[in-house]
Nanobody, 125 residues
Framework: VQLQASGGGLVQAGDSLRLSCEASGGTFSRDTMAWFRQAPGKEREFVAA????????HYASSVKGRFTVSRENAKNTVLLQMTSVKPEDTAVYYC???????????????????WGQGTQVTVSS
C-alpha cells in the first residue's frame, strides 16, 4: 500500500493551493482518508477527513470554512483544496488511510494504518 501526496509549494497569504493524495496497492473506497499536518517543532495534527468512504467530511476548527476535502474513489484519490491560506498553515501535509477507525478517533494519527511521505506547504505573509 502506498500513498503519494503532491501539490505543495510556496504561496502567499490569501492564496489557494490544492493537494492531492493518490493511493495504490489496494482498494480504499471504504477507508477513512485524512489529511494531517506537522509544523516544525509541533506534533502532527488533524486537518480533514472522509470517514469510512462516506460522503460527509470532517474538519479541524482551524481550517473549517477555508479548506475543502474531496475524494474520487474511482481514482483512489483524496484532494485538499486550501483557500485563504495563512502563515500558520505552513507545515508538511500528510495523507493517511485507515480501515478500522471509529468516528471518535478520526483526529488521532495513531488510528491510521498507512501514511504518505508528506508534501511541504509554505505560506509567506
Amino acid at each position: 500500500v502506498q500513498l503519494q501526496a503532491s501539490g505543495g509549494g510556496l504561496v502567499q497569504a490569501g492564496d489557494s493551493l490544492r493537494l492531492s493524495c493518490e493511493a495504490s496497492g489496494g482498494t480504499f473506497s471504504r477507508d477513512t482518508m485524512a489529511w494531517f499536518r506537522q509544523a516544525p517543532g509541533k506534533e502532527r495534527e488533524f486537518v480533514a477527513a472522509f470517514f469510512r468512504g462516506g460522503s460527509s467530511a470532517h474538519y479541524a476548527s482551524s481550517v473549517k470554512g477555508r479548506f475543502t476535502v474531496s475524494r474520487e474513489n474511482a481514482k483512489n484519490t483524496v484532494l485538499l483544496q486550501m483557500t485563504s491560506v495563512k502563515p500558520e498553515d505552513t507545515a508538511v501535509y500528510y495523507c493517511g488511510a485507515g480501515r478500522r477507525l471509529i468516528l471518535s478517533t478520526i483526529g488521532s494519527n495513531n488510528a491510521y494504518d498507512h501514511w504518505g511521505q508528506g508534501t511541504q506547504v509554505t505560506v509567506s505573509s
